[in-house]
């Protein structure tokens, strides 16, 4: 694998930014890597562990020269951070993210950055519950989906590619789409589904008259699958939430009519009405593991005595 | 490990019953095990797979004799197959179940059964998303909960114990309940999240505007976890709707007025509410991790290319 980008600059040092460091390391598609993160914590968690080859002591120093700059702090923040850093980035350098929204990253950022720096925005479809800077491993992008979102009609195709390529060397495969439509499919694929893993989640801990050692002792039978979802990171969530509005809820407007639908299938006994809705889901969780995004194992290969 | 029901006869050859077969052969935990399916195929399947030490063409004649009964049907038809083997139940025989609802399999079974014979009702909290005689596995029951619950009052504590210790010995932990608490239970931790994911799920599958591939492709974001869910057994599930209804439809009440609420903070732009109940809900997610009904690696330990 052979160098992409000369110096690279990671602002945020979280789960996706020291993956991002780890799997630049894996192919050497870098020759040095600054970090910044907002909190000395986390500054010098990330020295003492190795990640990065240089952690700043600011943003603006870690971005100085760099040839690809990715924002990997909250969406919600991502326009602050680009005022802080335009004044110093180096003329034809790439400005990138990592946000689960594309639409509203792109309003907050575009107007902050000067002539001559290409903006490529980007969304890697990947991550596990936990944060942190000690959580991130070079294989998490792996076989996964990045899409790249240019930011309007005229960026600079080269841009586009050579990022492109960055993301296929740390082993993800690249699709490219405009911010509106991919915001609509992640609603879809990912925020709905969060919500109401979460919604599920917070109606189990609230009932009272089930204790909650029941609720953990027993849910290995299907609500546990909604609790790892609901253990994502809390700032993360929020922001996506509040910039992806206007595609969520409506997923969620269409979800509610189904729920009433089945609900209603269940409270009149219209059990045909049942059986037909869930042979069809069945079909689409087939569709899952052929296309290779899943393991046909049962339980998820999860095996062993833990299930 | 040592035998503890001379025969035993499982009335229905699907995942349940196919892993409890296997279980009871790795521990000698039964002399001889009879089985019936409903059609002739998969009885034909049973005896070229060695599932079962005789497979017999009736229920009548897989039941005569057997010191354990265990049926293994839907839900729906428990009544009917009950009424079916009465006549030719051993007196001092245990007849249990495996269904996931219990408040009606007692109802619909325990009319037909004789004076003499113990009903000891019951409910393995284990699956995975496969159906059909050779989907088992011995291991299916490792540390998994089982739920025994006693037809009435006046069950004879013996047998409840004997059946406590078949489970055990096939490697669960086993807790005792009364009907109507079961179904609640059931209904927050199983029930409701499968409706919960069948609809997200059907949702996803409806929206034209979305490709169809575009969701398969992009569904290792989230949707995939609700997936698995929604590919389990539809004849169990419609089943499993129909006859835990009351309880059922409380939670999903109660879930669509959580999800109202957080459908409401996210169009006004309430980011300490959305902030605050997800910080709480991944609280839960640990909960369960700490009671061993999880794993703590990343998500749940797929690894390696495949996430």
């Known amino acids: 694998m052979s160098v992409v980008y000369d110096r690279v600059a990671l602002i945020g040092l979280g789960l996706i930014a020291s993956s ?19 909190t000395k914590d986390t500054r010098e968690t990330a020295r003492r562990i190795g990640l990065c080859d240089r952690v700043c002591d600011s943003a603006t120093e870690a971005v100085e020269g760099a040839d690809l700059v990715i924002l990997c702090v909250p969406v919600g923040v991502m326009g602050r951070v680009a005022a802080e850093i335009a004044p110093v980035l180096k003329p034809g350098a790439t400005v990138s993210d990592v946000g689960s929204v594309k639409r509203s990253v792109i309003d907050a950022v575009a107007p902050h950055l000067p002539d001559g720096v290409h903006f490529v925005p980007a969304h890697p479809l990947a991550g596990t519950e936990h944060s942190g800077p000690e959580s991130g491993f070079a294989e998490l992008y792996d076989n996964r989906w990045c899409i790249i979102v240019p930011a309007d009609e005229d960026t600079d195709p080269d841009a586009v590619a050579k990022l492109r390529s960055f993301w296929e060397g740390m082993g993800a495969h690249v699709d490219e789409m405009d911010a509106d439509h991919h915001d609509l499919v992640l609603a879809v694929t990912s925020h709905a589904p969060h919500l109401i893993a979460y919604t599920m989640v917070g109606v189990a801990d609230d009932l009272r008259r089930v204790t909650d050692s029941e609720v953990i002792k027993y849910s290995a ?11 994502s990171d809390p700032t993360m969530w929020r922001d996506v939430f509040l910039t992806n509005k206007d595609a969520t809820l409506e997923i969620l407007g269409r979800f509610t009519e189904e729920l009433f639908a089945l609900q209603r299938a269940i409270r009149t006994g219209d059990g045909d009405h049942l059986y037909d809705y869930f042979t069809r889901t069945r079909a689409i969780r087939r569709g899952i593991i052929e296309a290779g995004q899943d393991t046909d194992a049962p339980d998820f290969g999860r095996g062993g005595g833990r299930q």
Do not use: C, H, P
């Open 20 to 38: 991002i460091f780890w799997a630049i390391k894996r192919s050497g598609l870098a020759n040095e890597v600054t970090g910044y993160a907002r």
């Open 221 to 231: 039978a299907g609500f546990r699958d909604f609790t790892r979802i609901a253990a």
